[in-house]
Each structure stands twice: as structure tokens, then as C-alpha cells.
């Protein structure tokens, strides 16, 4: 049986917009993620899933709900109970290069949370920090250099190797490779693989990108507008969606085998709002599916909750049933 190292239960962020309505980031969220895997927490721009990362990072207070890391609530830790359980927890921004200090050389920046825990002696960082260099392939001349000397590839190695410092349990990573080219892309995801074999790291991966996320994760959680909308293996989910919206997610995959490209469904019509008096299903207002069924009146009455589909599906739609059936067939141009 696999242990749980991660629970987010019911999680709600609320703000407030101009005029002072509540809008919700998060909107009851669920998920766990077990030791030594990889969950991926897939969505567009703004569908809330970088609230969620810092929201388990302790950079933003839920407005309710709870998360738990190795069974302990953390949602509400201050101070150095927070501080204690960071330590645990590594970080991998998007952008490489907007997080490492332009100041600092790489041996300083990958030094720095060893330095701000104090768990080793200054005499030991020097080597501890070469072995970091090493396990992310950095040759030991980088160490001297600062941030604007390095390439893209390069940088994020120093981002991981940060990340790994503390040698954490869980590593959220937001976007990892979306700012690299392609052929660095995937040394990095290979890296990331090679680090979670090697110290047995357990990932959360925010993206947008299926291609990483089929590559990365066993796990997928799609999310639309603060909610999850489906769940569920990630070989599956990649097989045969149950909600339009994942549908439509792969669908914009490209695929170098003809046998596995799909029809591209374009998703028109506006974002519906996410101010809380709203009714029905969020994603209605672009769903091809509420449209090809004739628009049946329980999606503009009722918001479907998220229920079991199959052994490792869950899928929040009224007409789960359907989608794969009613799905565009044929294949892409290419």
C-alpha cells in the first residue's frame, strides 16, 4: 500500500474583486499524492493552479480548508513551525532566470537555504554544494559564475539543485520547462526523472504542457476555473477523457504518430465568472459537449460534483458518459 505524503481537503481562496465581491481562486479542492510519484495539476492561464502550489508552500493563507504533509496540518503554521516544514518542501519556479539573485554566484545561490537552516558547518558547504553541482550535471566551473553567464538549461540545473538542497521530500514544480527550448526541455525532464529514482522525491507539477506532463507524471488533476474537474491515472486520462474540457486539453497535443493525433476541439465563447453566485457548470459557457446535446438545462442549473467514473477516474460532468462517444473524430492537419 502506498503512503500518503500529501492531502489538500476542501481548499477555498477567496479575494475580492474591484467592486468588492468575493471571487474564489480555489474552490474546494481535493487531492493527495503518495510517496515517490508524481502528480501533475494541469489547466489554462488563471484556473487557479499557482495559487494552489503557494497555498501548500505556506506563501498564501487558504481562506479555508486543509492541507496536510506527512499527516500533520500545515495550512495554518506561523513562524518557525513553517520554517520547519519548508525544509521539506522544494520549489522550482518557471522562469530560471527571474529566480536566482543576479548577484550572487551560483555557489552562494545553491549555498543559501543550507546557510539559512544552518545544516552544516561553513567549513562542509563547500563540498556539500559540489555534490549538488554534480548530481545536477553543473561541471564545477559554473559555481564561480553569476545567473547572466549561464544559459537557460544551466540555470534551471541551479534552480533544482537549490531545490534539492535540503534534500526535501516533495518538490512542487511550476512550469519547469516552459521557459527552454525544446532540446533542453528534455534534459531536464530526464534529470528531474533521473533526482526522483536517486533521492526518492515525490513531485507536484503545475503545467500546462501535456507533452511534459505524459512524460513526468503518474497522476493527473485537471483543473478549470479554482475547481477539479477530473482526476485520475495519467494513461488513462490521456486514452479517454471523461469531461470535455480534459478532451479538448488533449486534443491541442500534437502527436508525431498519425494513429494517435485527434481532431483539435477549439473552445469558443466567453470564460464564465467566477464570482460565487453564479450557477450551473463553470465550463458551460465553452463546452462542445452542452452544445451538440442541445444544451440540456441541468448544466446552467446545477454545478456537477466531482464523482467516481471508473477504478481511477473521477470527472465532474453531468454527461461524463458522452464524451468520449460524442468527441470529434478524424486527425489534425499537419
Not at 471571487?23 to 495559487?51: F, M, P, Q, Y
Not at 534534500?167 to 521557459?179: H, K, V
Not at 532540446?183 to 513531485?203: D, M
Not at 486539453?249 to 493525433?261: I, K
Request: charged content about 20%; overall charge negative.
Amino acid at each position: 500500500m502506498t503512503e500518503e505524503l500529501l492531502s489538500v481537503s476542501g481548499l477555498i481562496k477567496e479575494y475580492r474583486n474591484s467592486s468588492g465581491a468575493p471571487i474564489r481562486a480555489l474552490d474546494g479542492v481535493d487531492l493527495t499524492l503518495s510517496r515517490g510519484s508524481t502528480l501533475a495539476v494541469v489547466g489554462e492561464s488563471g484556473c487557479g493552479k499557482t495559487t494552489l502550489a503557494r497555498s501548500i508552500l505556506g506563501a498564501v493563507t487558504p481562506t479555508s480548508g486543509s492541507v496536510r504533509f506527512q499527516g500533520e496540518e500545515i495550512s495554518s503554521l506561523r513562524g518557525s513551525a513553517l520554517r520547519q516544514v519548508r525544509a521539506r518542501l522544494g520549489f522550482v519556479q518557471q522562469n530560471p532566470a527571474t529566480s536566482l539573485d543576479p548577484r550572487m554566484r551560483v555557489a552562494d545561490i545553491i549555498a543559501e537555504p543550507i546557510r539559512a537552516h544552518g545544516l552544516v558547518r561553513e567549513g562542509q558547504l563547500t563540498q556539500q554544494v559540489a555534490e549538488l553541482a554534480e548530481l545536477v550535471s553543473l561541471r564545477p566551473a559554473v559555481l564561480q559564475q553569476r545567473p547572466m553567464e549561464l544559459s537557460g538549461g544551466q540555470a534551471q540545473r541551479v534552480a533544482i539543485a537549490r531545490a534539492i538542497a535540503l534534500r526535501p521530500e516533495l518538490i512542487i514544480l511550476d512550469e519547469p520547462t516552459s521557459a527552454l527550448d525544446l532540446s533542453v526541455q528534455a534534459q531536464v525532464l530526464n534529470l528531474l526523472l533521473e533526482l526522483q529514482h536517486q533521492l526518492s522525491l515525490s513531485y507536484l507539477l503545475i503545467s500546462h504542457d501535456l507533452d511534459v506532463v505524459e512524460h513526468l507524471s503518474d497522476t493527473i488533476a485537471v483543473m478549470y476555473l479554482g475547481r477539479i474537474v477530473e482526476k485520475g491515472a495519467t494513461e488513462e486520462l490521456s486514452r479517454s477523457a471523461n469531461h470535455p474540457y480534459t478532451s479538448a486539453l488533449f486534443s491541442a497535443t500534437p502527436s508525431l504518430d498519425p494513429a494517435a493525433r485527434r481532431k483539435r476541439i477549439v473552445l469558443t465563447g466567453d470564460v464564465q465568472s467566477s464570482l460565487l453566485d453564479m450557477q450551473g457548470c463553470s465550463f458551460r459557457s465553452r463546452c462542445w459537449l452542452w452544445e451538440k446535446l442541445g444544451e440540456p438545462a441541468v448544466c446552467a442549473e446545477s454545478q456537477p460534483l466531482l464523482i467516481q467514473k471508473s477504478s481511477e477516474v473521477l470527472a465532474a460532468c453531468h454527461f461524463s458518459e458522452q464524451v468520449a462517444l460524442a468527441a470529434p473524430s478524424g486527425f489534425n492537419e499537419t
